[in-house]
């Protein structure tokens, strides 16, 4: 910076000052073009400036808008920096404000505060002389000057002037002596030495100990070298060494009143939603601000607009508006996942890697197919080609199969789950042995949903809150750390949660808002976050922020939107991303020609989704006829035979399963071990009929 002695804040604007500083003087006698080494010419106005200053004439002192910006005179410098004297824009015009003992003679602002007012020729004011019999000129020291004989006792006479040697800037501490003119800098002379000041609104910001080469009143620099104003989304202006706001662009605002920052805040957000401080949101519905206007979206799932209010007020899951606004159940039947059944129907229905279990509208729960560790759930360890009731469960409300467990939410929130136990997946306090009949997992409350992946098991609470436990080597509990749990555990930053599911050793979360986190495996790029890192904790799914139910399969996962498309992403070597390729991605891409989609399941490496008008379409893997279209041929989505009136699909390792408007259950696929509950171990290339349900 110009200067070591001493400085001062006043208003905004750093005065700094340098003492004893001895610099080749500066002719700034003639500022008219052309200009001297050092300085350039501003056509515009005709006159000399500064390098630093070149183009300050983008918008000059003139009270026009030059440079089209819709404001007058505000380029830097308008005005330029003359000698001896502070200048400012004036309606237009630049005006002079000389320091003491100079004075603007010649009334051109180009040269500043031309005329040193101690010579005897403009003694005291301009055009004023002396001569015979006072023919020299007094330097009064308080700014006066006047005509006299002889110099007094505290006065020297330098040429035909009388001066104070400590005071004038003309003959500081001695006859031609003067302190220099510098661009920007106030001279004063000072107990016989020459200090140098920056003007007001000056500063020397390349510290070249030189001049005071920067005007710090001006967006650009305002108060302070490099302190600009903020121009993002924002018109500002420099007052008195502060930036203050002009105007803000369209659509932002300065919500938290502090220029400094200037229009920080855009009005297109739920937060602050055509204006500062309102917010946008409806009950049960996501929410648009995209044009400053809040705007409903879609409904959350099981939730209805039945009313002139906005939002999504109706629980879609009562008698009284089962599945949509208006569907009341008949006497005898209650409302289960949307649809109205009776105590006899099948109202759901889950796939494991070799087996499948359905819930029943009474709250039981039956299973079929292998049984090598206990999945049945009804002791025998015993695989079986017909459905078989699950001992000890009459009160189910959410079921779930993993790869050889399965487990069941009951209506009092907690949680029973029988199986496969090598990682503790069964969550009991007891030995880690398999179970072949329900055991209560431990510290799970107010639990409603439950979703399985290969060995590791998660349950969502009534609040949003999500809990994992069992095989946990690669993060799919979400936790933040590696290492089995026998116990569930809250995965940190869920509290939103509405739907969940669980692949082999990945999980996911559709959150209220729309958007889907996931973590755990992503060597295949099944987290979707763009990347195959291996993720410990929730991570946000690229480009997802309407999602309104999930499925992950064996290595990628799929996603159903408000709207009715789908979505997949991960592994997709046998085209289980429905895109007709064979390639991995790392980032959700559409299922080409699904736009009706209600429910989507996934099994090991194929997909399915049921469409609004009750059929269902099927992709990827098909060796054993698990895409339902009666053949073994893989790939792009195809419609599944013999089925157009399903109300759920679920997806195994190789087989899938689907329940009907009816409350029957079909399946189709992979016989082995008689997961399809035919009563056979026969693959099926269409529906069959699952049989010994009750």
């Known amino acids: 910076m110009l200067g070591a002695v001493r400085g001062s804040f006043r208003a905004g604007v750093w005065s700094i000052v340098l003492a004893g500083c001895v610099l080749a003087p500066i002719d700034l006698?003639?500022?008219?073009?052309?200009?001297?080494?050092?300085?350039?010419?501003?056509?515009a106005r005709d006159r000399c400036v500064p390098v630093a200053d070149a183009g300050a004439s983008s918008d000059p002192c003139n009270a026009l808008d030059d440079d089209d910006?819709?404001?007058?005179?505000?380029?830097?410098?308008?005005?330029?920096?003359?000698?001896?004297?502070?200048?400012?824009?004036?309606?237009?015009?630049?005006?002079?404000?000389?320091?003491?003992?100079?004075?603007?003679?010649?009334?051109?602002?180009?040269?500043?505060?031309?005329?040193?007012?101690?010579?005897?020729?403009?003694?005291?004011?301009c055009d004023v002389a002396c001569a015979e019999p006072t023919p020299l000129c007094l330097d009064g020291g308080d700014g006066t000057f006047v005509c006299t004989e002889s110099c007094a006792s505290d006065r020297a006479q330098c040429g035909s002037s009388c001066v104070d040697l400590a005071t004038s800037v003309s003959h500081c501490g001695g006859c031609d002596q003067p302190c220099e003119l510098r661009t920007g800098v106030l001279s004063q002379c000072i107990a016989g030495a020459c200090v140098y000041a920056c003007a007001t609104g000056r500063a020397d910001c390349d510290s070249d100990r030189h001049d005071c080469e920067t005007d710090v009143s001006t967006v650009a620099a305002c108060g302070a070298c490099n302190a600009p104003c903020v121009t993002e989304h924002t018109t500002p202006a420099c007052v008195e060494g502060a930036c203050e706001i002009v105007s803000c662009q369209d659509a932002w605002a300065d919500c938290d009143l502090d220029a400094a920052d200037g229009c920080e805040t855009s009005l297109r957000t739920l937060d602050d939603c055509g204006a500062c401080h309102t917010p946008c949101g409806f009950e049960h519905a996501t929410a648009s601000c995209a044009t400053g206007t809040c705007t409903m979206g879609a409904c959350e799932p099981g939730f209805g607009d039945c009313t002139a209010t906005p939002g999504c007020e109706t629980d879609l899951s009562r008698e009284e508006s089962c599945g949509a606004c208006g569907v009341t159940c008949e006497a005898g039947t209650s409302c289960d996942a949307g649809s109205c059944v009776s105590p006899s129907d099948v109202a759901e229905v889950v796939a494991g890697d070799a087996f499948a279990c359905a819930r029943i509208g009474d709250g039981r729960v039956a299973c079929w197919g292998a049984d090598e560790s206990g999945q049945l759930g009804n002791g025998s360890a015993g695989a079986s080609a017909t459905a078989m009731l699950v001992t000890g469960i009459t009160d189910a409300i959410d079921l779930a199969a993993g790869a050889r467990h399965a487990c069941a939410v009951?209506?009092?929130?907690?949680?029973?789950?029988?199986?496969?136990?090598?990682?503790?997946?069964?969550?009991?306090?007891?030995?880690?042995?398999?179970?072949?009949?329900?055991?209560?997992?431990?510290?799970?409350?107010?639990?409603?949903?439950?979703a399985l992946g290969d060995a590791h098991s998660c349950a969502r609470r009534s609040d949003g809150t999500v809990a994992c436990w069992g095989r946990n080597d690669r993060g799919q509990l979400g936790i933040g750390s590696a290492g089995d749990r026998s116990a569930p555990t809250n995965v940190a930053g869920l509290a939103d949660v509405f739907d969940l599911d669980a692949g082999d050793a990945h999980t996911c979360a559709v959150r209220s808002s729309g958007e889907i986190a996931c973590w755990g495996a992503n060597a295949r790029g099944q987290l979707g976050d763009g990347t195959t890192t291996q993720r410990l904790a929730p991570t946000a799914v690229l480009g997802i922020s309407v999602a309104r139910g999930i499925a992950l399969g064996a290595e990628f996962t799929c996603a159903v939107a408000t709207d009715g498309r789908a979505g997949c992403w991960g592994a997709g070597e046998v085209g289980q991303l429905g895109d007709g390729g064979t390639f991995d991605r790392a980032y959700p891409d559409l299922v080409p020609d699904i736009t009706t989609a209600g429910w989507i399941a996934a099994g090991d490496d194929h997909a399915c989704v049921r469409l609004a008008d009750g059929t269902a379409r099927?992709?990827?893997?098909?060796?054993?006829?698990?895409?339902?279209?009666?053949?073994?041929?893989?790939?792009?989505?195809?419609?599944?035979?013999?089925?157009?009136?399903?109300?759920?699909?679920?997806?195994?390792?190789?087989h899938t399963c689907a329940v009907r408007e009816d409350g029957a259950a079909k399946c189709w696929g992979s016989g082995a071990s008689g997961r399809l509950g035919d009563g056979t171990s026969t693959d099926q290339l269409t529906p069959v009929t699952v049989m010994g349900l009750p």
Do not use: M
Request: with cysteine.
């Open 29 to 43: 006698a003639d500022r008219r073009c052309p200009c001297t080494v050092g300085w350039v010419c501003d056509e």
């Open 69 to 125: 910006d819709e404001r007058v005179d505000e380029g830097p410098d308008v005005c330029g920096t003359p000698a001896r004297a502070t200048v400012e824009c004036v309606s237009g015009a630049c005006v002079l404000t000389c320091v003491s003992g100079a004075a603007d003679c010649d009334l051109a602002v180009a040269n500043g505060c031309e005329t040193d007012l101690g010579d005897v020729t403009s003694c005291g004011a």
């Open 410 to 450: 009951r209506q009092t929130g907690e949680v029973l789950c029988w199986g496969d136990n090598e990682f503790r997946q069964l969550g009991n306090s007891g030995a880690g042995s398999d179970q072949v009949v329900p055991v209560l997992v431990r510290n799970i409350v107010g639990a409603v949903q439950v």
């Open 618 to 654: 099927c992709w990827g893997a098909n060796e054993s006829g698990q895409l339902g279209d009666g053949t073994r041929d893989g790939g792009a989505p195809r419609v599944v035979l013999l089925l157009d009136d399903a109300v759920a699909v679920a997806a195994g390792a190789s």
